[in-house]
């Protein structure tokens, strides 16, 4: 009988969920939709200086709007002190883990002279209780660590299920702090007793843990604890190669979010870095979720590749039904007209109308918005482009064209047709009319195709504007 999967997402809520978190969750969800197993959410907040409320809602925010609901959850460590504390005294009466009184500053000048010595860093074992030795009288006034009895020889192994095996010899690994003086547990040990308690199957986690791994599965041995198996997957690198920074790239979830990214671009394009089907670039969550298998993610590292992440976007903008796209929209175009005293009602023109005109040529929500927003601002004519872009050899051809435009029918062929016919009677080619109707019409000389701008606008707006030709 094989055992459900359940795996788990553990962040520390010690700032924004960032992409590369977000792809880990994406992996850990996946491996446990695939088979129909539990996704669990664990928050390791135990680092009580830097995590904070502010980030734990951040964190479940992102989840929420990437859509990666787990099924059991979430869990706080902060609220798990007293398992872990029943555990270490557990593991101190079973003998796998003892008091350590070596003061901080005996633990600094023991490092120094081995490092002296040339030899490795780590702590000597005045404590660690042995058949046949005798332990030093327990000195007065010192509250002792715990510390985990960790194997002294032999190797400790796994085959990591995107790095294939990995090994480290226990000689190198110290005796592990796993409760402080004051009786909190370190953060090894809680992450230790919650992937055990909550029966995970499978830790998926950034390569940065790699190290943890040997300690804390020496740990889960002492306590006769299954195994689960280990994924380490590499970083997300920055485009030009190097650690990803906030300073280089948004990183956190919510920045996409902001920018006008949709959460299920986000998602299909985290699924492919470091993950692929085939070809395959443009998926489904349920196809994703239907081919995911643990055994393909990549062991070496993927670049960030904001291009891609445009063009599925853009893909996936352009898939969205017109109504729901347009509600995306509407405050987007709202928050941007708050800051104008220059803005007009946003039912003043069709905003559908806007939306699928610039759709296709949009990268972000917020690149249709910012074009949506130009037209909900009050017109002041932009005199100087006008003088520039009106003269003797295209004005006669201009005031003809208004001329005709007064009682031309009003759609987008018939305008066309205006525009080419009154081209051929001039002799002339369309910039001459297009870059100038432009200037009048919006104070600048790019806009997307004139008839869909006339049709928005309207023939009143269209001819009160050009009248300052
Ligand atoms: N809390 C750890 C982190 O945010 C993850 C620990 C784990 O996945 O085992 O890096």
Same mark, same amino acid.
Not at 19 to 46: C, M, N, P, Q, Y
Not at 147 to 174: A, C, H, M, Y
Not at 354 to 383: C, G, Q
Not at 425 to 441: D, I
């Given at each position: 009988?094989?055992?459900? !999967? ?24 996946? =491996? ?16 009580v200086e ?13 989840m929420?709007w ?120 370190t ?12 029966? !995970? ?25 299954? $195994? ?6 590499p ?26 990214? =949709?959460?299920? +671009?986000l ?19 349920e ?63 069709? =905003? ?15 690149? !249709? ?20 872009? !009106? ?32 081209? +051929?009677?001039?002799? $002339?080619k ?5 870059v ?13 195709? =004139? ?19």
């Amino acid at each position: 009988m094989t055992t459900a !999967i359940r795996t788990r997402f553990a962040p520390s809520p010690t700032g924004a969920l960032h992409i590369g978190g977000a792809r880990t969750a994406l992996f850990s969800w996946a =491996l446990a939709k695939h088979s129909g197993g539990t996704f669990v959410l664990r928050i390791e907040d135990t680092d009580v200086e830097r995590s904070t409320q502010q980030n734990v809602d951040e964190i479940l925010n992102s989840m929420k709007w990437l859509d990666l609901t787990h099924d059991d959850g979430p869990y706080y460590q902060m609220q798990r002190m007293a398992r872990y504390r029943d555990v270490v005294q557990q593991m101190l009466a079973d003998g796998t883990a003892y008091y350590c009184y070596t003061s901080r500053e005996e633990l600094d000048s023991m490092r120094a002279a081995q490092k002296e010595r040339g030899e490795r860093e780590k702590y000597d074992g005045t404590w660690r209780p042995e058949a046949g030795k005798t332990l030093p009288a327990i000195p007065d006034g010192v509250a002792p660590v715990v510390r985990f009895k960790n194997p002294l020889s032999g190797t400790t192994s796994w085959v990591d299920v995107v790095k294939g095996l990995i090994q480290f010899d226990n000689v190198e690994l110290d005796d592990l702090i796993i409760a402080r003086p004051d009786g909190t547990p370190t953060y090894n040990f809680c992450v230790v007793i919650d992937d055990w308690d909550m029966g !995970i199957t499978h830790v998926i986690r950034g390569d940065d843990h790699v190290n943890n791994t040997p300690k804390q599965i020496n740990i889960l041995k002492a306590l006769n604890a299954p $195994l689960p198996e280990y994924g380490h997957i590499p970083m997300i690198l920055a485009p030009d190669g190097t650690k990803l920074s906030k300073r280089k790239n948004a990183t956190a979830v919510m920045d996409y979010e902001a920018m006008g990214y =949709l959460p299920e +671009a986000l998602l299909n394009y985290l699924a492919r870095l470091g993950w692929g089907h085939g070809d395959d670039e443009v998926f489904t969550r349920e196809q994703f979720v239907a081919w995911f298998d643990v055994s393909q993610l990549s062991s070496s590292s993927s670049q960030w590749d904001p291009k891609k992440l445009n063009w599925l976007n853009n893909h996936y903008i352009n898939q969205k039904d017109q109504q729901a796209l347009t509600q995306m929209i509407l405050p987007r175009v709202q928050k941007r007209l708050a800051q104008r005293e220059d803005a007009l009602p946003t039912d003043t023109y069709s =905003l559908s109308d806007i939306v699928a005109l610039y759709k296709s040529r949009s990268d972000t929500l917020e690149d !249709i918005a910012a074009a949506a927003e130009m037209f909900y601002l009050k017109h002041t004519p932009n005199t100087a482009l006008i003088n520039e872009q !009106i003269n003797d050899a295209n004005r006669p051809m201009l005031l003809d064209f208004i001329a005709k435009l007064k009682t031309v029918e009003w759609q987008k062929e018939a305008i066309n047709a205006l525009i080419k016919s009154t081209l +051929a009677a001039h002799g $002339l080619k369309m910039p001459m009319l297009g870059v100038p109707l432009r200037a009048l019409l919006f104070g600048q000389a790019q806009s997307p195709s =004139l008839d869909a701008v006339f049709m928005i606008l309207g023939r009143d707006v269209v001819l009160q504007r050009l009248s300052a030709a």
